[in-house]
């Protein structure tokens, strides 16, 4: 059975500390544009910069890093309606914890910027990196169900976040379990950015009008 790079946890994460130390000279211009500018221009570089440092490793090891099946699209009305509960469930905890818990209001104003970076570019760069990277190298080597659950748990603790918000990670370790669930069901990246994409547009939504 063929092993896919970065085949394990540790060249997953040096791959993505590589990246970040390319993309960091990006922080020098935080006198320059606002927040949510950087924000998504970083995000774009450290995707370029994860895609690029992949390609070449994975082209050494002698993998596909890219199928184009992956690209199909065949989710499911159920996998959706599934998606939006889970949203909406996810966003829901989120807000009640800030507010109850912390007494924070968490909010997010919608502009074009957040718009961007939430629906379209933060889904289809965080399931590049996620599913078809990081799941896709652990199936052969530890099993379908093992790496489902690893990346669930590794992408939960990445959208940890600076408060900590114990919500927001058992809520991400859910969504990444069952965006893992459904990329293993059809092995289509699509599917999974389309479900993304339902899911933190819910969540805009929330934080703007249920804060």
């Not at 320059?32 to 440092?53: F, G, H, K, R, Y």
């Amino acid at each position: 059975m063929k092993i896919f790079y970065p085949s394990n946890i540790w060249r997953f994460m040096l791959l993505i500390i590589a990246s970040m130390l390319i993309t960091s000279p990006i922080m020098e211009l935080n006198e320059i544009i606002d927040t949510s500018t950087l924000q998504l221009a970083m995000m774009i570089v450290l995707c370029l910069a994860m895609t690029t440092l992949y390609y070449f490793a994975a082209k050494k090891s002698g993998n596909q890093w890219l199928k184009k099946s992956e690209l199909y699209i065949n989710v499911t009305l159920r996998e959706i309606l599934w998606g939006i509960c889970l949203g909406t469930i996810f966003t829901l905890a989120v807000l009640a914890y800030g507010r109850f818990v912390t007494g924070e209001a968490t909010s997010s104003r919608i502009s074009v910027i957040s718009f961007v970076g939430a629906v379209i570019l933060g889904p289809i760069i965080e399931e590049w990196i996620f599913r078809g990277i990081f799941l896709k190298s652990m199936l052969t080597k530890i099993g379908e169900k093992n790496a489902i659950l690893i990346s669930a748990i590794v992408f939960g603790l990445v959208h940890a976040g600076s408060s900590l918000n114990p919500a927001q990670i058992v809520g991400a370790i859910g969504l990444g379990y069952y965006f893992g669930y459904v990329y293993v069901e059809h092995r289509s990246l699509t599917n999974t950015i389309i479900l993304h994409s339902i899911i933190n547009g819910i969540g805009l939504i929330g934080m703007q009008f249920l804060r």
